[in-house]
């Protein structure tokens, strides 16, 4: 291991070297980030999950900005022209830019005006010229250096002023500077080019708009380039051209007076002009462009994971309902189970396409949702939020209020509803069924357990982001698939009912050895024990003891099965239950938490010699073995009753859920059929970072409708009393 990356890494972390080693080690030993985080607080100190990827990533990037370093300097002394100076400058570099910079000079390059200069032999006449010399005549020191292809001192003074100003363009310290400088100072401009490709105008607010580098919002750096690429508008990076130049001059003059004083300042303009800015200013697009898509991968991975912590809904019977006009609204009915006990299909909206809708159709519609209602004692109807959803919505609530139903209804956000249903996974679960039945089926299992069915969804097309289209794709994946596998492990899995698509996800577990698991328990109806995970094809002993903490089996033989308690810690915990006078039987029992208020932690700490994280997730366990950490996340609101777009008015005040939360605000559903957008300006009389600081994916808020716009369909609302 690299100890000087481990010290930078413990400084910049603000924990101990030990620590960071703790992890590189586990993680070298294949060891998943879930397994450390849960099973080896006692080795780490406690680090968490996003803990652990910092050190990992941190060390990867220090490893790789090492081996850069390496090669550098081999390539630099292979030419003979390393220094000490040169040498220590690219050791202390701390990132992979500054040791570009110090390479710059010493690279091979293509053909310039400068490498033709040199071959021209004119380098001598620009270390002269750079040389600061205060005497004699410069013509003279010039006509040295006329030849063949050099018939004049003004050819030859004109070719060694390019040299120069590569020399100058090349130096690492003025780069730095002027990069420096233009993330302080600079400014990025946007003005339109043609009117004609952007028709509605998305991108009005760029048309004519300058903004400081060190203040601009990631996501209108985002909006800036996605514009830009579709020939909306032009972008300019300005940075300090007259700063700039005065330290460049300033550094290579020092003021003297030299012979060579006109040409030198001309060779800094023009190194600036033609080398310098056109450089930096595309490295300053590509350090914005990098911090943008980190916020707003930060920002997705916040949304996605409240999104798949949702509370569930168990124990309830779903109807579920993918809306539609012409081709009617799909209906499938989901027991408490998830299983599909009935499908189904309706047409109450053709009028809200302007044609006019027989009755009789209209009440038949009605009937068979009374009648499923009825007949499987449907207590939820969840509705998608797609085409046709609030006229589907309006048809469910007069249902519900012309015949006193007890049943409630909630509009589920249906993105990525369509990726699953058309995916594979979907048609081998129902081979039987159309895209949109299936579409419904999955509607109506989001709000009994949204994590076990959104992870049959590609992480990014589960829509809680923004310009998540314009991000670079393997980067929001990663970070996507973190998320979602942080939530499972978390939450942990039934290993007798859950599906492979979450099992997939589970610490230490490929889809292959997911796919025995499951093949295991077809054909041996179920797991008794978390022992019986052993004799699966291919789940090896480091497998075993990655994955078998976060698998639980609710009616086993043995009720440690059924706790996130590991098994490497069984003895422990079954010698802990000894000295309490219990057995594993009373595991959440009114019983078992006294008994457990009662216990002198540090006392069984020293007699067991268990660290207090294990002892203290052993008792934990003792209590509460199911205990679901969605609990403390809130859940879906349900309605009955609907208000429409059109009675909304200014300083009306709306109970609403969270759908999305973006960097410039968040957007909330009113059950008033388009989406109202709370600006962050508009959260609190205070100033907030980040509207995620305030506000997260799933949250019941109440809002005062402060503007609206019933032609564009938008609406703002404010957290507080305007």
């Known amino acids: 291991m690299n100890e000087e990356i481990i010290k930078n890494i413990a400084q910049e972390l603000k924990v101990k070297e030990e620590q960071v080693k703790a992890v590189l080690e586990l993680l070298e030993n294949d060891a998943t980030v879930a397994f450390i985080a849960r099973y080896r607080k006692e080795v780490t100190g406690g680090l968490d999950e996003e803990q652990i990827r910092v050190i990992d990533d941190e060390y990867q990037y220090g490893l790789s900005l090492q081996k850069r370093k390496d090669d550098v300097i081999r390539l630099i002394e292979e030419k003979g022209l390393m220094t000490d100076e040169l040498k220590e400058e690219i050791l202390k570099a701390s990132k992979l830019i500054e040791v570009e910079d110090l390479y710059r000079p010493y690279k091979e390059k293509k053909k310039t005006k400068a490498t033709t200069a040199i071959a021209l032999g004119l380098e001598p006449l620009a270390d002269i010229m750079l040389s600061l010399p205060r005497s004699g005549d410069k013509f003279e020191i010039a006509k040295e250096y006329i030849t063949e292809k050099v018939p004049t001192v003004e050819e030859a003074i004109t070719q060694a002023k390019y040299i120069v100003a590569e020399k100058i363009s090349d130096n690492a310290e003025y780069r730095k500077h002027i990069r420096e400088a233009a993330l302080k100072y600079g400014t990025i401009s946007c003005k339109k080019k043609n009117n004609e490709l952007d028709p509605e105008e998305k991108y009005k607010n760029y048309y004519e708009a300058t903004e400081r580098l060190a203040f601009i919002k990631a996501h209108r750096i985002l909006a800036i380039n996605r514009a830009e690429n579709e020939d909306v508008i032009t972008v300019t990076v300005g940075l300090q051209p007259e700063r700039d130049v005065e330290h460049i001059r300033y550094n ?237 492990n978390k939450v942990g899995v039934n290993l007798n009912t859950c599906s492979p698509s979450l099992l997939s996800y589970v610490s230490g577990l490929s889809k292959g050895v997911a796919k025995n698991i499951i093949d295991y328990r077809e054909k041996n109806d179920k797991f008794h024990s978390r022992e019986e995970l052993k004799k699966v094809a291919k789940l090896g002993p480091k497998t075993y003891e990655q994955c078998v903490g976060f ?172």
Request: with cysteine; hydrophobic share 40%; proline share 4%.
């Open 551 to 722: 698998l639980r089996i609710l009616e086993g033989a043995n009720p440690l099965d059924m706790t996130p308690i590991h098994p490497e810690s069984y003895d422990k915990a079954e010698a802990i239950l000894k000295k309490m006078n219990m057995t594993s039987q009373s595991i959440g029992s009114d019983e078992m938490a006294e008994a457990v208020s009662k216990l002198d932690k540090e006392a069984l700490h020293k007699e067991f010699a268990i660290d207090m994280y294990t002892l203290n997730d052993i008792l934990d366990a003792f209590v509460a073995p199911l205990r679901d950490i969605r609990d403390s996340y809130p859940g879906l609101k349900l309605r009955s009753d609907i208000m429409h777009f059109e009675d909304v008015k200014i300083g009306d005040e709306l109970d609403g859920i969270v759908r999305n939360v973006v960097d410039f605000g968040a957007f909330i559903d009113c059950g008033v059929k388009y989406d109202g957008l709370l600006h962050v300006s508009k959260m609190s009389t205070q100033k907030i970072n980040h509207p995620s600081d305030l506000l997260n994916v799933g949250d019941e808020i109440h809002v005062y409708v402060i503007d609206i716009d019933y032609n564009k369909h938008k609406m703002a609302l404010a957290l507080y009393k305007m």
């Open 252 to 488: 290579v003059t020092h003021n003297y007076n030299s012979i060579f004083n006109e040409e030198l300042v001309d060779s800094i303009a023009d190194a600036y002009k033609r080398l310098i800015a056109p450089s930096i200013q595309r490295e300053i697009r590509v350090i914005l462009t990098e911090k943008a898509e980190e916020q707003a991968i930060h920002i997705f991975s916040i949304n996605l994971q409240h999104l798949l912590l949702q509370a569930p809904m168990k124990g309830h019977v779903v109807l579920g309902v993918d809306p539609a006009f012409r081709t009617g609204c799909k209906l499938a009915v989901i027991s408490p189970n998830s299983k599909v006990l009935e499908i189904g299909v309706i047409y109450p909206n053709e009028k809200a396409k302007g044609a006019t809708i027989d009755p009789r159709v209209l009440e038949k519609s009605k009937k068979t949702i009374v009648d499923l209602i009825t007949k499987y004692k449907v207590e939820i109807i969840a509705i998608g939020n797609g085409t046709a959803s609030r006229e589907t919505e309006s048809f469910i609530a007069e249902v519900i209020n012309e015949n006193h139903l007890t049943a409630k209804y909630v509009v589920v956000s249906e993105a990525g509803a369509s990726v699953y249903s058309a995916s594979p996974l979907a048609m081998e679960e129902f081979p039987d069924l159309s895209v949109e039945q299936r579409s419904a089926i999955s509607i109506a299992r989001r709000i009994q357990d949204p994590l076990a069915e959104l992870v049959k969804i590609e992480p990014k097309s589960i829509g809680v982001g923004q310009y998540q289209h314009d991000i670079a794709q393997n980067r929001l994946s990663k970070s996507l698939e973190d998320v979602v596998v942080d939530a499972v």
